[in-house]
């Protein structure tokens, strides 16, 4: 399968521990997005990466999060001191250097349960 | 007023009917529009997207947008049990707004 991978696909964690997520991105997609997908809405942008450069972050992106590509190819979300309003899907998609916003290709999601 | 609106349904229709799905939005700088499906617990799949005022055909989907009005609109002909998912409308300039999502049943 060379679609979008997301790991892990579940998450359930107490209030207050650290998570991270990881993106694996189709092979030579430069861009990379993250989303945030609660129950009855539709995805929210939170960060975008050209390569390893971060370049747009949404106000959604509070100080607990943070997000690195360091090698330009798979991508972390780390959510620190987690709170129960964090709980949501969190989708990562990619696009090709030079295709336009829209032809991003969704990976599985990753869900995440605050408890 | 949001953005992008949209009915978060849910709309059961029979299988065989012609579904129609619909958006309004508020941004005149909106270029790019598109439709995704997504079915419980997975990722949105990106069906169509359109850059001009018109419809565009893609086999059983037709997607329509009218500028003048903001209002853009999915078709599905002969609708099948598998069509049976959420459907996103979604808007560019340099990023993506997306619709709440109407969820579409499709009755056997």
């Known amino acids: 399968d060379t679609g979008v991978s997301q790991n892990p696909r579940h998450k359930i964690t107490k209030r207050g521990q650290n998570v991270t997520f990881r993106c694996d991105p189709i092979s030579e997609h430069n861009r990379l997005y993250w989303y945030r997908q609660t129950l009855g809405q539709g995805p929210e942008f939170l960060t975008y990466f050209q390569n390893e450069a971060q370049l747009e972050k949404s106000r959604l992106l509070s100080d607990r999060f943070s997000a690195e590509r360091p090698k330009g190819s798979f991508s972390t979300l780390e959510i620190q001191r987690t709170e129960q309003g964090d709980s949501a899907m969190y989708l990562c998609?990619?696009?090709?250097?030079?295709?336009?916003?829209?032809?991003?290709?969704f990976g599985p999601g990753t869900r995440l349960l605050v408890l | 007023q949001k953005e992008v609106e949209q009915d978060p349904g849910p709309l059961s229709v029979p299988e065989g009917a012609i579904v129609s799905l619909n958006c309004t939005y508020s941004n005149s700088a909106f270029q790019y529009f598109m439709w995704y499906r997504q079915y419980s617990r997975k990722g949105p799949e990106l069906l169509m997207y359109?850059?001009?005022?018109g419809n565009k055909e893609d086999g059983r989907f037709t997607a329509q947008v009218d500028k003048s009005s903001k209002y853009i609109s999915l078709f599905i002909r002969d609708s099948q049990p598998s069509d049976s998912a959420t459907y996103l409308c979604a808007m560019s300039t340099n990023m993506i707004i997306f619709g709440k999502g109407t969820r579409l049943h499709i009755l056997p």
């Open positions: 998609a990619s696009s090709p250097l030079g295709g336009r916003v829209e032809t991003q290709y």
């Open positions: 359109t850059y001009s005022s």
